[in-house]
């Protein structure tokens, strides 16, 4: 009976999740009378791909996805591989590392207390990376909750006996990192990758902050300007255009254009999601 309640209860809960992406997947494709009338539920209403043809025509729109993927690509390769370092370093014992416990505190410290957002707009503003896709990267380069993660399941799920092998056959650091401690811990680096992959695509406050020109906004600055600012100069439409179309088609094109990557992403890493997570906890 708990697992018939049980099951019923999360089909309902992913309906619950699932039906307005359908919606606004359904808006999308519809037409500009059928939209603004509220006609559209589940299935699109005169079926249409204006919004997705004008959307993907505009450069504001298109730049702003290109410096998405570039973002998103340049911090997870950079912030993955800085973290793995950071952790593989403070997985080694006391004995090995004079000081590791001050160093775990001082990112540990980081993560309750902030220096403020002025002071971290002046930093980024005194290395010249305004309106850089590097002040997009850097400043939260590292998350020391990741960070963590790592370093949990280093120091738990690592044999031992591996990294005295690789050092008995003259292994240095770098290669027993990269021989040893990374083929063992690819569940949990899928996992990280994963969290790092949707950081970047969805953070739009920062695009926001350090970007004072449109054509270098990412993605997701660009639509919470738009949808949320209900700002659609953004999207530098042609009189005619703005008149053919709807405004709730275009938001809605672009909510899927921006949404979906993120989805046929997941599935991949999501099996090592729960894996990567608890593996380093759970010993039989």
Partial sequence: MFSLCNNILLALLGIVCVLP????????FSGAHAANANLVSFWPVDFATDAYGVVLGNGNFVGALQTTILR???GTVV???IMLMIAYSLARENEEFKGRKWY????VFTMLFHGGLVPGYIVVQKLGLINSV???ILPN???VFNLILLLNFFRTSVPKALEESAYLDGAGHFKTLV????????????????????YHWNAWFDGLLFMSDVQNYPLSTLLQTIVVQLDLSKLTLDPEEYQRLSDRTLKAAQICITVTPILVVYPFLQRYFVKGIVLGSVKE
Avoid at 21 to 28: Q, R, T
Avoid at 179 to 198: C, E, H, N, Q, R
């Fill in 21 to 28: 992406l359908i919606h606004v997947f359904a808006v999308s």
């Fill in 72 to 74: 998103t690509v340049l």
């Fill in 79 to 81: 912030g993955m591989s």
């Fill in 104 to 107: 775990v505190w001082f990112f």
């Fill in 134 to 136: 590097w002040a997009l």
């Fill in 141 to 143: 380069c590292v998350n």
């Fill in 179 to 198: 021989f040893v401690y990374l083929p063992i811990s690819m569940p949990a680096i899928a996992t990280i990758s994963l969290f790092t992959i949707v």
